[in-house]
T-cell receptor, first 111, second 115 residues
Framework: DSGVTQTPKHLITATGQRVTLRCSPR?????VYWYQQSLDQGLQFLIQ???????AKGNILERFSAQQFPDLHSELNLSSLELGDSALYFC??????????FGEGSRLTVL | GDSVTQMEGPVTLSEEAFLTINCTYT??????LFWYVQYPGEGLQLLLK?????DKGSNKGFEATYRKETTSFHLEKGSVQVSDSAVYFC??????????????FGGGTRLMVKP
């Protein structure tokens, strides 16, 4: 158990819909990262937050957004979903310069 | 930008065989290097790491040496077990970049070990 909790574990929805994925980091970790894992793109960095503020942005689509709340949990919002958004979405947390600990992921299926 | 290249899988070995998974990288700064492992249905777990040139990371019988001259970080294990079957990811973190310690991953290599 990494200490990082992601919900939901599985999600099935239709094209055009919007979903929210939630992540609770390890106790004491201020940084949260979101990654997308798909068969054709591998593991892609989406975005990082540190203590509530966006710190780095990767290959995140404009239809996607994220935020980190005062209690340090984070949410990834995916809207106007397309078939190609079907993937495993991982959250990870760390101290600013320490090891990343990954959650078990949220598997999104868009039909 | 930073990038990591891994040998493509799947790699299929018999139990007790020697394992090598190649990993090379490009980075503008002085990266730390990592191997992560993903077992079926689970998230990624850190397997080992090295933070500077010539460092050797090791864990659970796996080893990798940070070779700056060849920009490589190959993963090795002398005798694999069925329980080692998983997907292995090489990754780097360039702490000189003003973005915390975001990891850049390779494409992953699936290892299958047969009894």
């Amino acid at each position: 158990d990494s200490g990082v909790t992601q919900t939901p574990k599985h999600l099935i929805t239709a094209t055009g819909q919007r979903v929210t994925l939630r992540c609770s980091p390890r106790s004491g970790d201020l940084s949260v990262y979101w990654y997308q894992q798909s068969l054709d793109q591998g593991l892609q960095f989406l975005i990082q937050y540190y203590n509530g503020e966006e710190r780095a942005k990767g290959n995140i689509l404009e239809r996607f957004s994220a935020q980190q709340f005062p209690d340090l949990h984070s949410e990834l919002n995916l809207s106007s979903l397309e078939l190609g958004d079907s993937a495993l979405y991982f959250c990870a947390s760390s101290t600013l310069t320490g090891e990343l600990f990954f959650g078990e992921g949220s598997r999104l299926t868009v039909l | 930008g930073d990038s990591v290249t891994q040998m493509e899988g799947p790699v299929t070995l018999s139990e007790e065989a020697f394992l090598t998974i190649n990993c090379t990288y490009t980075a503008t700064g002085y990266p730390s290097l990592f191997w992560y492992v993903q077992y079926p249905g689970e998230g990624l777990q850190l397997l080992l790491k090295a933070t500077k040139a010539d460092d050797k990371g090791s864990n659970k019988g796996f080893e990798a040496t940070y070779r700056k001259e060849t920009t490589s970080f190959h993963l090795e294990k002398g005798s694999v077990q069925v329980s080692d079957s998983a997907v292995y990811f090489c990754a780097l973190s360039d702490l000189t970049w003003n973005a915390g310690n975001m990891l850049t991953f390779g494409g992953g290599t699936r290892l299958m070990v047969k009894p």
